[in-house]
């Protein structure tokens, strides 16, 4: 996988056609639309009856991590082709067992925004620039098209993070919305994890190599242990984080007592630079591989 200039929503598309050629037992399907219009993607690998979610680029300047995962699912749909092990894992057994969903880009109009900057004809280019204070620079940028954090809009004591926050519009970060679930994003993405029963959940984010497992104690015993296999896996460090609600996460553990986590995905200043990219992937793919095996 070549990132030169990024990886937006046109080369998401692209290789979502590429690989459903290649892998005709990817299942491809459309779970709702951006507020411009772009399809919002998740697919599927396996047939197991136990399903399990991951999702990524929910926050726009954290674009990296659809192409990590993406290139996640490619390398386990090659193994489960082949019929051969992958990382001393069996995969077909694996995938006979369990179902893996990948919604890869959660804000495509955001990503595109941080990766092609503001256009002359752009629809909400006069509110943009509000919202940014004049900058025609996008590269902090972490909210969706409308200028709302996403990841701060799930019912989860949203009124307690808007507070906190102390964010009275729209801007780059930190605006859950007039309301929670306000934006189709948000929206497709909740009733997507309603429609299904999934057993665990992982949020991809960037940056700080940190597992954050648990949400004002509603979260299941096996979280932390879970938790503490991932950390095991990848370097990374599971922290019992406080403070924080409404995001997916958190919403998940609350709404359904399952495990959720939120994997704060290498180390340094968002974007993450494209040249980390195969790093990066080192961390990550044995810490989703326990994730889907556990």
Known sequence: MILVLGYGYETLGEE????????????????????????????????????????????????????????????????????????????RRILSEYSLWVVPMVNPDGVELVLQGLTDDHPYRDALLTWNEGSISFLNWKANIRGVDLNDQFPAHWEEEKARREREGP???????????????????????????FERVLALH???????????????????????????????????????????????????????????????????????FASLYEELVRLLLTALEI
């Open 16 to 91: 979502l056609n590429r690989l459903g050629k290649i892998y005709p037992f990817l299942h491809i399907a459309c779970i709702g639309e951006s507020v411009m219009g772009r399809n919002l993607y998740a697919l599927r690998i396996g047939q197991g009856a136990r399903e399990i979610h991951f999702n990524a680029a929910m926050h726009a300047n954290e674009w990296i991590t659809a192409p990590l995962v993406m290139q996640f699912v490619e390398d386990l749909a090659c193994a489960y082709a082949r019929g051969t092990a992958w990382r001393e894992r069996n995969v």
């Open 206 to 276: 960037t940056q700080g190599r940190e597992i954050y497992w648990n949400y004002r104690d509603y979260e299941p015993p096996e979280s932390e242990h879970i938790a503490l296999l991932l950390a095991q896996a990848s370097g990374y460090e599971a922290v019992k984080l406080t403070g924080s609600d409404a995001g997916y996460k958190d919403w998940f553990i609350q709404h359904f007592r399952k495990p959720g986590f939120t994997i704060e995905v290498g180390y340094g200043v968002n974007p993450l630079p494209v040249e980390t």
């Open 171 to 197: 801007g780059e970060r930190d605006y859950g919305g007039e309301a929670p679930l306000s934006e189709p994003e948000a929206v497709a993405l909740a009733h997507f994890t309603q429609s299904h029963a």
